[in-house]
């Protein structure tokens, strides 16, 4: 069954610097990644997916993401955050059966 | 367009009491699911339904929760008798078509707490 890791609970960022969260997944063939976005009393928000293809994904707000086979990982990197984006961040797995494993989340804080 | 809509957003009950949440998807989406979000974990699915039909309810606790999804639209999603342990967000999320990897819209979840 896929699987998926985000090492870290919670990061702390400034306004103005680069961030990056990690994503780590469990999958015996080519998986569907995805990450999402949840503001404070929001629902989650897709903010970008990988199929297959070119392995650096664009998505909305800004979100790039890098797909490594080799690491098994799919991170999110934005280079300049905004305090908007102080949020929960979800990675997760899709497998053949269209349906989604989620992470457990890494909270973003961003200080002025 | 109007996005995924549930109710209550707020919901405190004590243990072996029942609760029911509402949720409403995006107008022309055949496929709803309810997740159950526990603080500190990500979103796990409970059910999934495609139009009225259910395709997949393999992780919903069927002892105590039920959920239906009258004429394909609206779905309720009910817990009987709650437990501690059912302290949680839930969440639910409708899209066109369950059989490919379309887009997930989320509502903004019922947030319970069972005391």
């Known amino acids: 069954a896929q699987s998926v890791t985000q090492p870290d609970i919670h990061i702390t960022v400034s306004e103005g610097a680069s961030l990056e969260l990690r994503c780590n997944y469990s999958y015996g063939a080519t998986p569907y990644l995805f990450w999402y976005v949840q503001s404070p009393g929001q629902g989650l928000q897709l903010l970008l997916k990988y199929f297959s293809g070119d392995t650096l994904v664009q998505g909305i707000k800004g979100f790039e993401a890098e797909f490594k086979r080799s690491q098994s990982s799919f991170n999110l990197r934005k280079p300049s955050v905004h305090w908007s984006d102080a949020a929960e961040y979800f990675c997760?797995?899709?497998?053949?059966?269209?349906?989604?494993?989620f992470g457990a989340g890494t909270t973003v804080t961003v200080r002025a | 367009e109007a996005g995924v809509a549930q109710s209550p957003r707020y919901k405190i009950i004590e243990k072996r009491q029942s609760v029911a949440f509402w949720c409403n998807p995006i107008?022309?989406?055949?496929?709803l699911y309810w997740y159950q979000q526990i603080l500190g974990q990500g979103p796990k699915l409970l059910i999934q339904?495609?139009?009225?039909?259910?395709?997949?309810d393999s992780q919903l606790p069927k002892d105590r929760f039920s959920a239906e999804r009258l004429k394909g639209v609206d779905s309720t999603l009910k817990i009987q008798p709650a437990k501690l342990e059912d302290s949680a967000v839930y969440l639910c999320?409708?899209?066109?078509?369950?059989?490919?990897?379309?887009?997930?819209?989320f509502g903004p979840g019922t947030r319970l707490t069972v005391l």
């Open positions: 339904f495609q139009n009225n039909g259910v395709v997949d």
């Open positions: 999320a409708s899209s066109l078509d369950g059989s490919s990897y379309n887009e997930q819209f």
């Open positions: 107008s022309g989406h055949a496929t």
């Open positions: 997760a797995v899709g497998a053949g059966d269209y349906k989604l494993s």
